[in-house]
């Protein structure tokens, strides 16, 4: 199962319906790699007890005639066998490594369609039973497509679902790009690593001492899980966000993030209306951060590491949240964060202390809310629909009762909510989170 190293995936835009992955060299066609590291995260979602495996991925929105599946088949399982994480894996008896393992594709097992829906609220709610429905069964590759159609022939979503110990979701995405679009497009960019900085591995350390602090001023983000998930979404046009982010000399991240504090405010105002409860206290979250690099693009397992970020809901302007994160951020990036805490997980003092610190950090008691973004930087196109949106998600465990990816492409920004449904009430946020963008002047 070799890796391929171009962030690019080829596929040719002749026949539109088939695609033949690039050819794979003659060295790897003779040695086969002995296997792909089982690193702290991974470990993680695989000891997860809850009645569904851990699974992430992307809903994919197209506009356009949605492709048979025939088609759709026979392009996908012929790219697939070129991906080492989309085919079987299991674990050495040491359980430090993946290798590969015998079971095999076949469309019956990873390539479902759901069609004659009943306009968006039917796909978004065959989208949500996805969130709980089987991976596909032990001995298989850990990984499956949906396509999903309404009545209209001009709109369909795509479901790629992968168990999380094998990717994240940078990995994912170059996944689903390697398997759909009609031609070479490019992924998330990925990380050039560089050497780690004392500061860097000081706020690291300090990251991992702040998650063993219990956060008891947002108890409405505090509930007994149920192990069932929901999805919602709200977006926003991405010219919008780069528009604000220029006039605030930020990130479109930064503004995200800054919007979102704005909306968990505006949701607790609501919500604490009637008693009269005066500040809203800032909310610690969990950012994680990818490390895949260039080499790494579809290799099986987690390449990403988290800092905790404080959500500005003390502030009372977009304006002032805005400043907030993105000195927070700037203060990540210059201390090179990403690259310390990737050098604690690989290189621990102590053995254990990797399993400890990934355990510690995803506590939701001390950090009840993840934020991560990705970006499709470039557009696609699949069958010829061209991608209109696309969300991440991430089936909730018990670890992580509540979950907001951002995912942006070339026209639009989507604020995605992942919930137990113990977290009902949370419902609103990204609505909210759009309504801030709307009534903020550049």
């Not at 794979?24 to 495996?53: M, V, W």
């Not at 991430?394 to 909510?417: D, G, I």
Request: proline share 9%.
């Amino acid at each position: 199962m070799p890796v391929r190293p171009s962030e690019a995936v080829a596929a040719p835009q002749r026949p539109p319906t088939r695609g033949r992955p690039p050819a794979r060299s003659r060295a790897s066609r003779t040695k086969e790699p002995s296997g792909y590291p089982i690193g702290p995260s991974d470990r993680s979602f695989l000891r997860r007890t809850s009645t569904h495996r851990p699974t992430t991925g992307f809903f994919l929105d197209f506009d356009g005639p949605p492709p048979a599946r025939m088609e759709l088949a026979a392009r996908v399982l012929e790219r697939a066998q070129e991906l080492p994480a989309l085919n079987d894996l299991i674990r050495t008896a040491d359980g430090s490594r993946w290798r590969a393992g015998a079971g095999v594709l076949d469309a019956a097992v990873h390539i479902h369609c759901r069609t004659g829906l009943n306009g968006p609220g039917h796909v978004d709610e065959a989208a949500n039973d996805l969130l709980h429905h089987a991976l596909p069964p032990e001995g298989r590759p850990q990984w499956d497509l949906w396509l999903l159609a309404g009545t209209e022939p001009e709109g369909f979503r795509l479901c790629f679902r992968i168990h999380h110990a094998i990717q994240d979701g940078v990995g994912a995405a170059h996944s689903a790009l390697a398997l759909l679009a009609d031609s070479a497009t490019r992924g998330p960019h990925p990380h050039q690593a560089s050497r780690p900085t004392p500061s860097g591995m000081l706020r690291a350390g300090r990251d991992v001492a702040r998650a063993l602090r219990p956060e008891r001023r947002w108890p409405e983000l505090q509930a007994a899980p149920t192990g069932r998930s929901r999805w919602t979404y709200a977006d926003v046009d991405a010219s919008r966000l780069r528009d604000l982010a220029d006039a605030h000399g930020a990130s479109v991240n930064d503004v995200c993030l800054a919007a979102l504090a704005m909306a968990l405010r505006s949701w607790r105002h609501e919500r604490t209306a009637s008693t009269g409860a005066g500040t809203c206290p800032d909310l610690p979250t969990l950012v994680p951060m990818s490390t895949r690099q260039a080499h790494e693009l579809h290799t099986p397992g987690n390449r990403t590491v988290a800092h905790r970020l404080l959500l500005p809901c003390s502030e009372e302007r977009l304006r002032d949240a805005v400043a907030h994160v993105h000195r927070q951020t700037a203060v990540v990036r210059r201390d090179r964060r990403r690259d310390a805490a990737r050098a604690a997980l690989d290189r621990p003092l102590v053995p254990a202390l990797a399993d400890w610190t990934v355990r510690a950090m995803g506590n939701p008691r001390t950090t009840p809310l993840s934020t991560s973004s990705i970006t499709f930087p470039a557009a696609f196109s699949c069958f010829g629909a061209r991608l209109a949106a696309a969300s991440m998600f991430y089936n909730v465990q018990e670890n992580l009762p509540t979950y907001v990816s951002f995912t942006r492409t070339p026209t639009t920004v989507r604020c995605a909510l992942m919930r137990d449904d113990a977290l009902a009430r949370t419902a609103p946020l990204p609505h909210l989170w759009r309504r801030t963008l709307d009534e903020t002047a550049v």
